[in-house]
């Protein structure tokens, strides 16, 4: 296999003169999960899009599974599953009969997709659902089904557009642990998301969008690393403003989100020592995560 599981340079797409994508480059490995990190509108369904040759870039090139995209998107796709933002299942059909449609997009009879759907509904923990209309399904649920419909074609790459979004932890946790099973077997995923635990916990690389540019490209690690690299303190309950005129010396960075203060510190002891008679304060050191570099590279209320 290609050492490149897709490739774009330099794409743009723009409707009327609003920018959405701008010049976007970045390469996938084949078996990695690379996310797309950005807030609403940052362009990442565009993207996914473009991948997924629905809609063509007005610049730049696109390779996906070693076509280029859209011409030979077609061919791509039959080795690609889709998760899109929006699950568009068939709500009177059955689970069953909703993945036996689908397969017949790729060409597959209904005797070799009978063989397979029961090994899928399991993996996406639906066989007790084979045959529930998905109108009676759960959210969750239906995630889950739309996430064994883009397997029915045993596809080398995943597309998966917010696959999480509108769901409780638990039925959040349980699509967490399928994808994990999914790139243990060898898949590779690009994944959307705007949760940063999500990206953190899942993605091998991702790179972070706003306003469809690459503003930080990495490993959630080293991206954590790079632009934090020390404890966080959180603390609130008292006047951010006037607290963070008190410890400024004693950090590296402070930044303030509403009522809280979030203060990067090399030396958290000396921040701590500096609160300490201060009744009704309340502080939370943890470590520095993937939210703290979205904030960081977007900016909050910076203080410094
Ligand atoms: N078909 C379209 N026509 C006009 N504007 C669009 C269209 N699709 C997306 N946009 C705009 O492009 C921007 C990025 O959208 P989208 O890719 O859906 O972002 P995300 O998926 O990150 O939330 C948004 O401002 C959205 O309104
Ligand atoms: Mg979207």
């Known amino acids: 296999m290609s050492k ?18 701008d010049g976007l480059s970045f390469t996938v490995a084949p078996g990695e999960c690379f996310g797309l990190l950005g807030p609403n509108g940052a362009g990442k369904s565009t993207i996914a899009r473009m991948v997924l040759g629905m809609i063509s870039p007005d610049a730049g090139k696109i390779t996906v599974l070693g076509e280029p995209v859209p011409s030979r998107a077609r061919l791509a796709r039959m080795r690609v599953g889709v998760v899109p933002q929006f699950d568009n299942l068939d709500l009177e059909f059955t689970a069953r009969e909703n993945l036996l449609v689908f397969g017949r997009y790729f060409g597959k009879s209904a005797r ?15 066989e ?13 649920m239906k995630r889950r089904l739309t996430l064994a419909r883009a397997l ?12 999480t979004t509108g769901l409780d932890p638990h039925a959040r946790h349980l699509i967490w642990e399928r994808l994990r099973i999914l790139l243990a077997r060898g898949k590779t995923i690009i994944l959307t998301t705007h ?8 993605c091998d690389r991702l790179c972070v969008l706003e306003h469809g540019r690459n503003i ?18 959180e603390i609130f309950g008292g006047n951010p403003r006037e607290l963070s005129s008190l410890i ?3 950090v ?19 921040v701590r020592v500096q609160l300490r008679e201060r009744a009704g304060l309340r502080l939370l050191q943890r470590p520095p995560n993937l939210e703290d570099v979205f904030l960081r590279l977007t900016g909050r209320e910076m203080e410094k």
Request: proline content about 7%; some cysteine; charged content about 25%.
């Open 4 to 21: 490149v599981a897709m490739e774009l340079t330099g794409v743009k797409k723009s409707y009327g003169d609003k920018i959405v994508v």
């Open 112 to 126: 070799e997709l009978e063989a397979v759907i029961p090994s899928l509904l399991e993996f996406a923990r639906l």
């Open 128 to 140: 007790s659902k084979a045959n529930a209309r998905v109108a009676e399904l759960s959210g969750g």
């Open 152 to 163: 029915i074609n045993d596809p080398q790459l995943l597309v998966m557009d917010e696959p």
């Open 195 to 202: 949760f940063m635990e999500e990206a953190e916990r899942l």
């Open 216 to 233: 930080a490209e990495g490993s959630p690690h080293a991206l954590i690393d790079k632009h934090i690299g020390c404890h966080v303190i």
């Open 248 to 250: 400024r010396p004693y």
């Open 252 to 270: 590296q960075h402070i930044e303030m989100s509403g009522e809280t203060l979030y203060c990067y510190a090399p030396d958290p002891e000396q």
